[in-house]
């Protein structure tokens, strides 16, 4: 289509319009296809009369009320803050240069031109300027948004839907969960009321409600459906912090977040929170928290400013039709217990790496997601009975639920040079480096955390399919401890051709099973 624009007026407003858009205009204006061809203006099709679209227009006027009834609940919280000092280079050699790890590693952490880092050198703050959305939950003005709308905020103003404009207050916020509740001086606002996320089915109608892009598009109401539940958070860094997400395909984008996504009866089921996408912009996959974790939260932090999380001690996965058999089981379900934090509760209680949770008092766990849900309903001190299959066989463990405090390179086929280093290759494609002193630095690695450092992953190998990444850390090989990068080869090659191999990998601060289908080459 062409570059050129002419100016489009609509209601008085003038828009820049592509030529070709308004050919097309032009076009339609005189032509229009019928199956009998093309005929000339002025005959024009009949309407379809009530009857024939009365399912249709009772579905709109449905959504029409609902949309009504939700939109003065829902704010647009605009912030300001401090941005952050920003990274300058700096050659003058202080600090840790990069040295002694494998050039795959100082490829990896940035490392190059002659040892030189990057450092943080302290500048002056600027003033930013952020915006995001927020569900008023009290006549009183309490609001419901996102932690990281407001984080560092040193002036917050809230618009609402009739263009008052109020100055809010912090009243806590939670990183864990990425809420904060925050208030305005006010009385008889209109609000919204709590539904159940857990009823929650994929097909079902939601909407999507709040600012997307700022003031001028406040008010702005999508439709779609639940896509899915019980979605994890792939990009997070933290393998503790909750799952459970609603996905949907009512358009998010930026300036949603801390909005409100709702059911067909207009109650809020979630809080809207990220987006998926390789451009920045909505494409067809948004994620809100479920309101089973945001209401519970967002009581806390009116009571008390503060929340109180339960915490195991422990990162699982899900347990999937592809690894089901590692762990002597029948069924995919359950949550597979990938580390144990040391001196933790589910330590004392005397769970291990492997055990698959299938019951916290009682109650069905099908996967990770609701078994960090269902932590999440129990207050810390609780005393709970987890039930457990250890090698397919079932156990019962009694323990207290704490709190959770927000405080060398070788190959699978090729034994390498008898000093750690090696190509790339082999049937998982992928380079391993030992853990030495200059990798755990860099890595931030825990003690406890035994293994091999990725160093380097083929394109297009097994490993690249599985997610492996450089940095990560391979610390068993089929339920088998590796202390080093030539155990981890080991462990791999003594794995019969032509079947999988389960990792138990440590990666942006957690530990999780990966299932890799070696290459038979």
């Known amino acids: 289509m062409s570059a050129i624009t002419n100016e489009l007026v609509v209601k008085g407003k003038k828009f820049a319009a592509p030529v070709g858009f308004v050919a097309a205009g032009v076009l339609g204006a005189v032509l229009f296809m019928t199956q009998g061809g093309v005929h000339a203006a002025g005959v024009s099709a009949s309407p379809l009369d009530d009857n024939s679209v009365a399912a249709l227009t009772a579905t709109d006027h449905a959504m029409e009320a609902l949309a009504a009834r939700v939109m003065p609940a829902v704010v647009n919280v605009a912030v300001t803050s401090k941005g952050e000092a920003q990274e300058a280079e700096d050659g003058d050699g202080q600090g840790f240069s990069g040295q002694g790890l494998p050039p795959g590693l100082q490829q990896f952490f940035g490392f190059g031109n002659g040892g030189r880092r ?5 500048q002056q703050p600027q003033i930013q300027h952020g915006v995001g959305s927020g569900v008023i939950l009290s006549q009183d003005g309490y609001i419901v948004t996102n932690n990281h709308v407001v984080e560092g905020a040193t002036q917050i103003k809230v618009t609402l839907h009739d263009r008052r404009v109020m100055t809010a207050k912090v009243i806590g916020t939670d990183k864990l969960t990425d809420l904060a509740v925050i208030k305005v001086d006010g009385h008889d606002l209109p609000a919204m009321s709590w539904g159940d996320s857990s009823k929650l089915e994929p097909g079902q ?3 999507a409600f709040g600012s997307p892009f700022g003031m001028s598009f406040q008010d702005t109401v999508t439709r779609g459906i639940v896509s899915a539940v019980n979605r994890q958070n792939p990009f997070s860094d933290d393998a503790r912090k909750p799952g459970g997400f609603i996905q949907t395909d009512a358009a998010i984008n930026p300036g949603n977040s801390g909005g409100a996504l709702v059911n067909s009866h207009g109650q809020l089921v979630g809080i809207n929170t990220f987006i998926i996408s390789n451009s920045g912009s909505f494409a067809g996959a948004g994620f809100a928290i479920p309101a089973k974790i945001a209401e519970s939260t967002a009581e806390q932090l ?4 503060s929340v109180h999380h339960g915490y195991l001690g422990i990162s699982m996965n899900d347990v999937t039709p592809e690894n089901a058999h590692f762990f002597g089981l029948q069924d995919a379900d359950g949550a597979v ?7 933790s509760p589910a330590s004392r209680a005397g769970v291990e790496t492997g055990d698959v949770i299938v019951k916290l008092n009682g109650q069905a766990i099908v996967n990770g997601s609701a078994l960090q849900m269902a932590v999440a309903d129990v207050r810390p001190g609780t005393k709970v009975q987890l039930g457990i299959l250890r090698n397919g066989k079932a156990q019962a ?3 207290t639920v704490g709190e959770y405090n927000a405080k060398g390179s070788l190959t699978a086929d090729n034994d390498g040079d008898g000093g750690g280093h090696a190509a790339q290759g082999g ?5 391993m480096a030992d853990l030495t002193p200059e990798i755990r630095q860099q890595l931030r690695l825990p003690d406890e955390v035994k293994g091999a450092a990725i160093e380097s992953v083929r394109p297009g190998s097994p490993a690249e399919d599985a997610g492996l990444q450089p940095g990560d850390v391979i610390v068993q090989v089929n339920r088998h401890e590796v202390a080093d990068a030539k155990a981890a080869v080991a462990g791999v090659k003594a794995v019969p051709a032509g079947q999988d191999v389960l990792l138990l990998v440590w990666s942006k601060g957690g530990t999780s099973f990966r299932v890799v289908h070696p290459s038979q080459g």
């Open 118 to 122: 990057m450092q943080v050198v302290p």
């Open 205 to 207: 109608t939601v909407l």
């Open 302 to 305: 009116i009571k008390t400013g």
């Open 337 to 343: 217990v990938s580390s144990v934090t040391p001196d």
């Open 397 to 399: 463990l009694d323990l």
């Open 427 to 431: 049937k998982l494609g992928v380079g």
